[in-house]
């Protein structure tokens, strides 16, 4: 299962219909929880999601709406004696802030929280990767990236009587003989290419919001200001729904997840038609506890997985 669960959507207030920040990001055996603010744990009960869920924390940045909510994650953790442990990943200059909240108050502590500080752009392991925002505060962006792969063609198998356990000899070897014949994986499967997901909160405009979007499958990226206050959005360091609009079509961006709006807006419906001004693609203005679907894989066709370099590496 891959899908992002909107836990809250408000930025620095919560609204009646809107809780601060809290996103959970299904991805296979992997629970990502994204800028915990106050009222995460009830939220995440709302949802239907248990701690237990949970394998990583990513903190963008210490500004109380993406972190308030960490106490309490953390706590019902320990006091439900998550068996795995969770790793946390934070700016590495907000340690101080990420140690206050771990122990925030007095609990029986029996949560395994790995804490593993970010301390520039780059991996930060399990296909993760961070890079340092634009913000009035130490901020970092996140990226998800799955790594390219290959997908078996039955009928092609066939072709070559390739069946049970040496269907995994020829994916490990890259090849096999099959009766005086060597058939390449390249000629019985297709690239299977590899999905991607960012994550942008806090930031005004720079390089980085574009490198962590580029030619992801979905993008969840802060919207607080409407162009009518582009202005103020860059003096505090934000993002305007047109802004955040035109970074997914210059990046490619096949689906795009708006959300952290500002509570001096109560129209949903403004931060469509200024998107829609610049985007034409998959677009979702995220509510309180929707659920996104990471797209469909991309497929690739049959003309172009047998591509001239496929058939060179084929010998065929």
């Not at 140690?99 to 301390?119: C, N, W």
């Not at 499967?189 to 909160?201: N, V």
């Not at 990226?221 to 009518?228: G, K, V």
């Not at 934000?238 to 035109?246: E, I």
């Amino acid at each position: 299962m891959r899908e992002l669960v909107v836990l809250g959507t408000a930025s620095q207030v919560p609204t009646r219909h809107r809780n601060h920040n809290g996103y959970l990001l299904r991805w296979d055996s992997e629970g990502i929880l994204f800028d915990p603010g106050e009222g995460t744990q009830r939220q995440m009960l709302r949802a239907g999601v248990a701690v237990s869920d949970l394998t990583r924390i990513c903190v963008t940045h210490f500004h109380g709406d993406h972190s308030l909510g960490l106490p309490g994650v953390i706590q019902r953790i320990s006091l439900d004696r998550v068996p795995h442990p969770v790793v946390a990943h934070f700016p590495a200059g907000g340690a101080h802030f990420f140690a206050r909240l771990r122990h925030a108050t007095s609990f029986y502590d029996h949560a395994d929280i790995r804490e593993a500080p970010v301390t520039g752009d780059g991996p930060i392991g399990a296909g993760l990767e961070a890079r340092r925002l634009y913000h009035s505060v130490e901020t970092y962006g996140y990226r998800l990236t799955e790594p390219d792969g290959r997908r078996m063609l039955p009928d092609r198998l066939a072709e070559y009587g390739i069946e049970g356990p040496r269907v995994g000899e020829l994916i490990e070897r890259g090849h096999l003989d099959v009766d005086g014949h060597r058939v390449h994986l390249t000629e019985v499967s297709a690239p299977r290419p590899g999905q991607k997901f960012a994550f942008i909160m806090d930031t005004g405009l720079c390089d980085n919001v574009f490198a962590l979007a580029e030619g992801v499958d979905m993008l969840v990226i802060e919207a607080t200001f409407l162009s009518e206050d582009a202005a103020m959005a860059a003096q505090v360091g934000h993002l305007t729904a047109g802004q955040a609009a035109r970074v997914a079509t210059e990046s490619g961006v096949r689906r795009l997840v708006l959300t952290h709006f500002s509570q001096r807006y109560d129209d949903p419906a403004r931060f469509v038609a200024e998107a829609r001004e610049h985007y034409e693609g998959d677009l979702v203005v995220a509510e309180d506890l929707m659920r996104v679907p990471v797209p469909q894989r991309r497929q690739i066709t049959s003309e172009q997985w047998r591509s001239p370099s496929d058939r060179r590496l084929s010998g065929t």
